[in-house]
């Protein structure tokens, strides 16, 4: 059966099946200034990504999300199943709309999964959002039904679609309610926690890089559970960007030699002032300097004619 | 605030968001034939329905499905998130295909639910498909998280969207799993008793015309725990549709006399043999003949603006 | 045959096919605040417009634009297919941005007519933005060619939809184009002239509730060549909208008694300075006080299946 | 600008700017058995062709055709500006519907060019439908005006969209009613003709991969003005498909020795008896057996922001 041999191909392509997402923090800029002028640009990390291995491309949907404090606390929010370059839209509001604070994703979906409106980053409660690039492998399982028994109300009922992002973000939130002494960085430090564990009970490996925004402080993080991980740049010096910092999947200039690799299992913290620092995650799947393989997984497509 | 507003509507409104749906089972007819020629054809019951009180469209979404036994023992299934008579390529597949059991559904969503393609009817898992009109009052506050409690694996991982429709169709596969012995009439007739207890342990009203098949045997009801109740229609003898039953939330024709109102608190059931049989459904919110009136609910939109 | 009927159904309700628009100019306010917090907002005058007689809603796509100059002499545009309320991004969007330019249209397409968002308004050509309430009855039959040829390049190959009313802007900017020295109102009533004598010739009716700006000055239109009209309204004075004009298909607040009705043939040109002046339209139909009735219409749908 | 870089990679890659189809003919197969189950299926075909030279990628919309002549003598179309993969109602259809005759394409627009359903493929008229692998080149400058006054009544109103290809169907169609002895092979190579004699007027180059059926016959043609063309292949003895013919962009394996190279400059016709002819087709660009090569193009982006 065709599908049949989509699900074989999401298998073995699990861990490529990843998206690309940047985030600017400075001196505001247009929209159109991160997204479509760099030469690697999120058309290009949509089309022709550089670093993902199999999944050749980002098409599933995408996202962008934008700050303005003076006329509101809450981000403007857009996000589309479409891809990225179909939506004239963007390209009609890119460059009149001015933001110090900007998210932005691109999404690339296994197929046979779902592709809308509702699995597309940035995910977003209240003043803040949250976006992910990478994955908690057999996700539908076990995992998902295991991460909503800790997502509490009134987030629970706000889950709107069927991805492991989602679920995460979610439990993200639960935590900072139950806990509301912690920072942002310490509930994501203890979110990650959280998913060690029921990964390391579950049989998931995880992927996590990702980035999470109140509007005032972002927190970024690269990590993973297994010897893959997901590529992660940023910079503080691009001539592209002055008076920024910019975190990317894909450098959005090869040739501008300001991009550093994101140091893995590391959290990079921004504050209000736009200082950064840098944290250690802790990461209890390293042993002796060593990450284990990924498990082998049964994907379970979840449409309605593969089950 | 605007979205405020919208969410008060959608509280007065409560129980008029609702739906339209047929089934159609007999001679083997072109789907056109059902859904645009009549005069009360679905493009009417979507743009200007006559049995819903206040909310006064059904243009959130639309579902097709219908069975070819002889190519596949499962269903064709078309289901979208826009307004029915948007979509040409209805218009253009109505007239090439033709099937002896079909069912149709248009959606109406409460204004600031997510629209979307995955909360769109008929529900499918293998060979059966479900759809409902009607509603599982104040969803989301505590019966969302209850009725997924019942729902056993594989089912769980396979609910892609956030209707209180979809909830019930895994439940009631999760009850045919367990009990694999039931007829499917039995297990709708447990299902309803289970959503009974969970609607009278968290408070919640019940209106459930649904519609079920596995594409040989067809169930149909009309319940509710209230004193409102959605309008359900069926013929066995119009000259629009000779050797055939259909039931439909509104008379496909007013002027087409053969069409009876279906009994409340009633189950029909349609076998391979296109034999029709009624079975009352026990309701346990009947008290001397009178049932209650409807609970005011704290509505909880689930957008991302509003919780 | 279904779609026949369906034609038919158009050709009776042509002139009530129609839309509903709103023109925003003064103190900078949100978006939400022209679009969803009055009273009878763009989500009430999509769903349940007052003031259309037949067809009841718009709900085939929608649009928005508003400018900021500071950042770029163009507009901000975003059109869609879907229905108004179906798009969060608009309620998250809605919010965060403040104009003292604002317009907004919800489409009522006709049944059977192609809804995609190139015929969603407003259009826009650079600094420029149109949109139309109204109809040139018979379009397709000789009307569109017969513009097309007044159509200039750039301006022909830039057509994308098959709308009365983007060709309308078109010839507009096809005149401006050949007569630079013409205002936008002079133009805009050269553009009404020659739409006159091609409506004479081929024997079309026009309904023109338009507006256009290029982001300093704003020109509406209410003209009709029958007896015939579409509804408009404008304030100058409304609590809800201090410091501003508004003009509307259908006032935003019934009970706000600032509201005044637009003249009939009459054309309102706004100027950078928020001044209002209002010029009568020359109307070559009307005789003795009075215009003509509707000419019957042969309809052409323009779908795959129906020609 | 951001765009401005679009366009040009648009210029450079005018010539891949292409699409992939195929049509089946022969013993009634399911759809499923065309699209999905090859090992080059429409999938892959769409993620990942491979003789595409630089434009990766076939995801700016789908259509499929099949007819059921017993039901109906014009076919059932579904057309999307989705990514093929994204839709499953396809999947959820796919193994459902038996045909003798299969149309299906992938579409690849060129960056900033409208995405949208009335930009698929195939075109349908009555009994016929179209579909296009190729270009125009530099379409809009010139050839649309000059081939739009070639075409009649009643297909000048029915032409819905602005591709090149729509364009060359109502052409043909225009031909056939004006010229209505001629076969369907002969109103295809006049066709062509009168496209030649456009683009040496107007400096346009052609490619010509073209599929037309009535539902009986069935034109194929592999045409190029330039030293450039568009791969073509064909099958009349793959034991994936036995008793059919299958033509395809791409072999849809290809470890299949049984798949043949269409011959440039050639039309393949299809009879009612499953017959296959093949008609050199008339190449006025031919001198000494070299075709010229590719014009430089100056593309104008028809979006409303470049222009």
């Known amino acids: 059966m065709a599908y049949k041999a989509v699900a074989k191909e999401v298998l073995l392509n699990d861990f490529q099946s990843m998206c690309r997402f940047a985030v600017y923090r400075g001196k505001p800029i247009t929209l159109k200034k991160l997204i479509f002028e760099p030469p690697h640009n999120f058309v290009e990390q949509s089309r022709r990504p550089r670093e993902m ?24 929010v857009i996000t589309s199943e ?20 900007i998210f932005v994703h691109v999404r690339a979906a ?45 987030f629970y009922s706000h889950l709107l679609g069927t991805t492991d992002s989602e679920h995460i973000f979610h439990l993200y939130l639960s ?10 960085a310490e509930a994501m430090l203890e979110t990650i926690a959280r998913l060690n564990t029921l990964a390391e009970k579950h049989g998931s490996d995880l992927i996590l890089n990702m980035a999470l925004t109140d509007g005032k402080t972002i927190v970024v993080t690269r990590y993973t559970s297994i010897e893959k991980s997901a590529t992660l740049y940023y910079t503080q010096s691009s001539p592209m960007f002055p008076e920024a910092i910019v975190v990317a999947s894909e450098p959005l200039d090869y040739r501008d030699t300001s ?32 990450l284990p393989s990924a498990r082998p997984v049964t994907l379970k497509i979840s449409t309605p004619t593969e089950n």
Chains 1, 2, 3, 4 share one sequence.
């Open 110 to 154: 296994s197929p046979g999964l779902l592709v809308h409106q509702a699995n597309s980053h940035p995910f977003q409660w209240k003043e803040q959002i949250f976006m992910h690039n990478g994955i908690i492998s057999d996700f539908k399982r076990c995992m998902m039904r295991a991460i909503r028994q800790q997502i509490a109300d009134p």
């Open 175 to 184: 935590i900072r309610q139950e806990q509301p002494t912690l920072t942002m």
């Open 53 to 76: 291995i199999i999944t050749p491309i980002n098409v599933d949907g995408y996202g962008l999300a934008w700050y303005n404090l003076e006329v509101h606390p809450e981000p403007a």
């Open 82 to 101: 479409k891809p990225f370059w179909h939506d004239i839209n963007v390209a009609r509001i890119a460059d009149k709309i001015v933001s110090p604070t």
């Open 259 to 290: 991009w550093q690799t994101f140091p893995l299992n590391t959290m990079m913290v921004i504050n209000e002032r736009n200082e950064l620092s840098m944290i250690p995650i802790p990461n209890p799947f390293l042993k002796d300097g060593h």
